[in-house]
Structures are given as C-alpha cells and as structure tokens.
C-alpha cells in the first residue's frame, strides 16, 4: 500500500511539470522593439542674464516715542436703536407732556435715540423719515441703557 501512493504522487508532479512546460511551450514569446532614439537637435548656447539688485538707500532711524495715555472715563454713546412699546406714542417738541405735538407713533416704530433729559425720563429721538421729538422712556425699549446718553436740556 505504501509504494502505490508513492507511484500517485510521482504522476502527479510529473503531468503537473510536464503541463508546466507545454503552457511555457506554448507562450509566444514577444520581445518588445527596441525604442528609436530622436537625433540631438542642436541647440544655441544658453543666454546668461545677470541682474544686479538695487539696494535701497540707507535711512537714519528714527525714535518713536511711546505715550501712554490716561484711561478715561466712558463717553456717552452718541446715539442707538429704540422701538417704541406702547400700542401708540406721542412724539413731542420738548421732554413733557406741556410740549407740543410733533406727530404719532405706533408700536414697534424704530427710532435712534441722541440725547437724553437731566432726570432721563426723557429721550430725544429721530424717526427713520426724520421728523425729530422727544418720547417719554417709560414707552419705549433701547438697546442700551438711557443713562448712557448725553445730557441736553432743550429750550422752552
């Protein structure tokens, strides 16, 4: 029993080599063709360029002096966005209810307020169309707080 597996596995490399060499008979063997080499072109000799940089011309230097400044107090803001908040609004000549009337205002109406009454309960504002007045800020919503405008005092 040992020698007839030895025999199978004899033919089996042998049909596998002599298969190997039939496959390899039969591949045409293609070479490649040699790659034409171009002819050099002649060429002129290169061109040297040579670029001589310009050197700035010397400056002296010169000291800056560093000042520091004081901090200063905050400036009032010279103006911001307000909406009036009342359903409507009178917009006044002066800061009290003893001024006359400049006009309406309806709820929502933006307005840029610019000044502001000693007391600042009253806020000098401008409508987008221009007309000018004075509000009461128990009806109005700044973007910033009142107090942070510059104070005037209107005429009678």
Do not use: Y
């Not at 009290?96 to 000098?124: H, K």
């Amino acid at each position: 029993m040992g020698r007839g597996v030895t025999v199978r596995r004899r033919s089996v490399h042998t049909v596998i080599a002599g298969m190997t060499l039939l496959i390899a008979a039969c591949t045409p063997s293609i070479a490649p063709a040699p790659t034409p080499t171009a002819e050099p072109v002649p060429t002129e000799a290169p061109t040297v360029v040579t670029v001589t940089p310009e050197l700035p011309t010397p400056t002296t230097a010169v000291e800056v002096e560093t000042v520091t400044s004081e901090p200063q107090a905050e400036q009032p803001l010279t103006s911001f966005e307000c909406s009036v908040s009342a359903r409507s609004l009178r917009l006044r000549a002066g800061p009290a209810t003893t001024f006359d009337i400049v006009r309406g205002l309806t709820s929502g109406q933006p307005l840029v307020a610019s000044a502001r009454n000693p007391e600042g309960t009253w806020v000098a504002v401008r409508t987008p169309d221009g007309a000018e007045g004075w509000v009461s800020t128990e009806f109005i919503t700044c973007a910033q707080a009142v107090d942070t405008l510059p104070q005037a005092t209107p005429t009678p």
